[in-house]
Every structure is written in C-alpha cells, then in structure tokens.
C-alpha cells in the first residue's frame, strides 16, 4: 500500500519504520528538513518538506494515490485539515488522524463525513488512560490487553524471589494452576526465549499469558502473591493526559493532581470533582512526603517532559509509592529506567501506533498492541473461508505449522473462549489472538489469515 504520513515526530517516524518493515511505500511529510533528512538517511522511503494541510504539500506527497493519508503532527487542527483537503481534493479512500484535546473529543459526531471527514481517530491521552485502569485493575501486572471485545485478556507478569512461578517449568506450572491459560512469550535480557514444556521462569524475565477474562483474577493469584487492590493515586502533571486520567479515576479512587502552574490549577480544580488538585513541583520531596506519598498505591508523572517524569517517579518509589508510572516519550529512555524502581514506562507512541497499526494490516485484523518497544506484537484476526480457500480454516494448529516466534494463545467462538492446543480446528468467523514475537514474522501472519481470491 501507499501510506502518506503527516508529521515526522517519534510517532511519526516510528509507523514509517514499522510500516516499511512491513513492505509498504511511505512517503513522510514534515516542516522539519533535518527530521525529514534522519528519515531518509536511515529508511527507504520518500519525503516531502512542507505544512502538511497544504493542497499542493499533500498533491507532492501524492494523496491523490495514497491507499491511507495518517495525520500524527503535534496540531490537532492541522491535522483535521489536512484530513478534510485529502478528502475533499484528493478522495483520499482512509484518513486517520491523532486527536489530542478533549474538546473536540466530546463531540465525536464532529468527525463524520459531512462535518471533518476522518475515518478513524485516535486519543493518545484516552488510549494511556484506558492501559492505567487495566493495570490497576490488576494489581502487579506489567501489562493488560484486551481482545474479542473484552471476553479474552493478555497479561504480562514478573516473577519474584520465592514466588510460585520461579524455577518451575512451564508443565509444572499449568498443573499447578489447573484454570485454562497460555503463557505465550517469555521475554528473558529482552528477546524472546524458545517456549518448550521444560523451559524453566527465572528471575528478571517477563512473562505473558493469556485468559479468559474471568480467569485472569484466578490465574495471577496462582502466579503471584496477590496485593491489595489499589485505593490512592498521585498524578503529576495537569495536562490533558493528567486531567484525563484524572477525571477517569476520581470516581472510583483516591486521587490528588499537582501541577506547577497556577493558572492550569486554578483550571483543573474547576473541572474535576472528587480530585485534590494542588499547586507545587512534582519533584518537590517534601511536598511529597506532606502529601502522604509513602501512602500512594500509584504515582504517575504525566508532564510534558520526560525527565520531570522519571527523576519524580524513581523518587516517588523510593518514598514509599507502591508503583511508578512516568510518561516516557523518548524510546531510548525506556530501557534504561524500566527495573526495581520503575514499574513501567507508559510511551504515548507506542499506544499510538498501536491503534494506527489495527487498520492497517493485511486481512480483518481487529486489533493489534506494539509491545515490547515495537519489537512484538499481539493481535487479534478474523479467520474466513474455507479448507479450499484458507490456510487456517478447517485446520488444527498442528497442522498451519506457525512460524517461529508465533504462538497462537486463544481463540473466540461466538461466546466461547476456547484456549487451544495442537489438535484443536480453527473454524470460520474464529477470533484468533496470536503473539508474534518477533515482528519481523508479521507478513507471515498476515500471509496465514489473507482469504484467496475464489471465496466469494
């Protein structure tokens, strides 16, 4: 396909490697010719210096051809635009853009056709708050994905010293658990390990399973020690990802909000009802440990700048805070923070891209997770056809002979989630949920789920 990407920041500059990866032609629009040049100088693809709302910057950049035109700028309005002059010019067949402020995002009707013709938009800010309240949903997971409309779940865990999952093998430890799951990766240094009946958890590694639903709850216990449920929230940085996540949790937790600027406080207190916003620096020690920070079941640092995020949240875990979540832009910052102090560093790109990457594979494809960093992907497909016109259909996993890295974790039938082994057949209209550990095998997948020309 032919992709235009509008904007060439760390969002758009990470779906042009991804996407390239992937064999298709991108053409990446920016005003910034040193980002533009980076991009060529380490990526085949073309570029076009310009404002991407520009008619005759987009007809350059060929969205008269574009299969898909994707505005990820830092300018909701530039992006709207640009969405409305490929439609209306160029017929632009998919348009996707990234909206950021909440007050366009009230009114969702403002993007149909007849008003801002966009075919799929995406809120980094709703899309970060959606992954914080699954995790405290379940308290001591890394990681929780939602597929098949919420019946199946993918978590990730760690295990810890004197834990139940340490030193055991991965037979042993479905015995122990005896509830139908999957561990599907186990990610040991930061790659992948080959997942055999006697391949034994170690410290340090990163595991994932998958469940039903009503499972998980179930399935951690057996895994890890339970803790309490979470109660009391610290966010730092009033912003719209912070007044967000804010607004979200007030009702159902107890939440206090501070940020720097008096005015946006002033602001904030208006707008939220059950939050206690204060006025301060969020690295402040003392006015954290005058706030009760030794008490926070989680802190979460939402500023717009990633070190005020990650100094504040290693501090904040060393006070006391029983979990730390800094918003972390900048890929090369994530490996070195995430340990001991850091439970996870929440990349707004990845959640992004992520939700970009689900209209963009090959096949039905309902929804697809970066993880990883970009290095696996988790995603949910749509198996149609027949024996005669589907590599899957009809077939028992033994027989499709997945490629390496890939394991199917579980599979939705109608109301049923059916967690699989080798003899079990994959049936039209399955939703199949697959980890794909090594991207670099995701044209394979998407070879395994594309329906042949003669099913009609």
Known sequence: MQIVILGAGQVGSSLAENLIKDGHQII??????????YLQEHFDLRTVLGHCSYPDVLRKAGAQNADILIAVTNNDEANMIACQIAHSLFHTT????????????IRQELFEKENVPIDVFISPEQLITNQIQQLMQ??????????????????????YYGGTMLGKSLQELYAHIAIPTQI???????????????????????????????????????LKRPPNPYRNIMIIGGGNVGFTLAKALEKSYQVKLIDANRHRCENLAENLNHTTVLLGD???????????????????ATTNDDEVNILSSIQAKRLGAKVALPLVKR????????????????????????????????????????LRHGAAEAIEAVAHGDKMTSKVVH??????????????????????????????????????????????????????????????
């Not at 958890?201 to 990163?206: L, V």
């Not at 020690?285 to 802190?299: P, Q, R, Y």
């Not at 003899?423 to 095998?441: G, M, P, S, W, Y």
């Open 94 to 105: 998919t348009k996707i853009a990234r909206i950021r402020s909440p007050h366009y995002l």
């Open 282 to 300: 969020g690295t402040d020690k003392s006015l954290l440990v005058n706030e009760n920070i030794g008490n926070m079941d989680m802190f979460c």
């Open 395 to 456: 077939r028992t996993l033994k027989e499709i002979k997945l490629p390496k890295n890939i394991t199917i974790g579980a599979i939705a039938r109608d109301d049923e989630v059916i967690i699989p082994d080798e003899k079990t057949r994959i049936e039209a209209n399955d939703h199949i949920i697959l980890f794909v550990a090594d991207t670099k095998q995701i044209p394979k997948v998407e070879e395994l789920f594309e329906v042949s020309a003669s099913f009609f």
């Open 138 to 159: 379940y308290p001591g997971s890394l990681q929780v994905l939602d597929f098949a409309q919420g019946k199946i779940k993918l978590v990730a865990i760690k295990p």
């Open 28 to 37: 990446v629009v920016d005003i910034s010719a040193d980002k533009l040049q």
């Open 184 to 222: 599907v990766a186990i990610f040991r240094n930061g790659y992948p390990i080959r997942l055999r009946s006697t391949t034994t958890i170690e410290i340090g590694d990163e595991v994932f399973f998958i469940s039903a639903a009503e499972d998980i709850p179930a399935v951690m216990a057996a």
């Open 331 to 370: 890929a090369a910052y994530v490996d070195l923070i995430e340990g001991n102090d850091i439970h996870l560093a929440i990349s707004p790109q990845l959640a992004t891209a992520s939700a970009i990457l689900t209209h963009i594979r090959k096949g039905d494809v309902e929804k697809v997770y970066s």
